[in-house]
């Protein structure tokens, strides 16, 4: 499964839009880009996913480049509750997590 | 709905003492499942997963072995637990087309002392 990169640590302020990058240089054109995120003490949860085209939820939006080799993970307003890890994943095979990215909002 | 029970939520086991931890899941057919570890302020360390009754593929060799013994239930067994096998165990699901993402259960807080 191919690997990704992400940074170790962001912070926000409350009701700012944030912006989760990560890196996929060696994706292949079948993988799809999946995010999940893990608040403490809990399973990771779902938060998006796509192959090549932009895709939007009730949670977030996912930005994906053109040559797919990045993504972008974008709360539009985080709040408090969206303190957690970040993961970026290459859904091959399997779901091989990274470290991810811990997210702190401030108030 | 499809749901996926984990148990139990916590345990303190003896170091050499035999390991159980069970996973079930409702509501969907022939799932793919999956055994996470995560060690304490770490990221999740994928450890089996299964496409199948009776296919175990592992992804890190150790001390731990998981079983599937029905189409939706994961068992991951030892039988003589370490220091270093404490940390969070998680089970997770994902199925076929429309169900690619993957679905975690509560977890194990496992503690060998």
């Known amino acids: 499964d191919a690997k990704t990169t992400q940074p170790n640590s962001m912070e926000s302020n409350e009701e700012e839009p944030v912006h989760l990058p990560c890196n996929h240089s060696t994706i292949s054109g079948t993988d799809y880009i999946h995010w999940y995120r893990q608040l403490p003490s809990q399973g990771p949860e779902y938060v998006i996913h796509g192959l090549t085209s932009n895709v939007n939820n009730r949670m977030a939006s996912l930005a994906i480049a053109e040559d797919r080799k990045s993504s972008t993970l974008i709360l539009h307003r985080a709040t408090l509750r969206d303190a957690a890890v970040y993961y970026c994943i290459l859904k091959g095979q399997n779901f091989v997590f990274g470290p991810g990215t811990r997210l702190s909002v401030l108030p | 709905s499809q749901t996926i029970h984990q148990w139990p939520a916590t345990l303190v086991q003896p170091v050499g003492s035999p390991l159980s931890l069970e996973c079930t899941v409702e509501g969907t057919s022939n799932p793919n499942l999956y055994w996470y570890r995560q060690a304490a302020g770490r990221g999740l360390q994928l450890l089996f997963y299964?496409?199948?009754?009776?296919?175990i593929s592992s992804e890190v060799p150790q001390n731990l072995s998981a079983s599937r013994p029905q189409d939706r239930q994961f068992i991951l067994s030892s039988k003589k637990l370490l220091l270093s096998d404490s940390g969070f165990y998680l089970c997770?699901?994902?199925?076929?087309?429309?169900?690619?993402?993957?679905?975690f259960g509560s977890g194990t807080q496992l503690s060998v002392l």
């Open positions: 299964s496409v199948g009754i009776g296919q």
């Open positions: 997770a699901w994902s199925g076929g087309v429309g169900y690619e993402k993957l679905f």
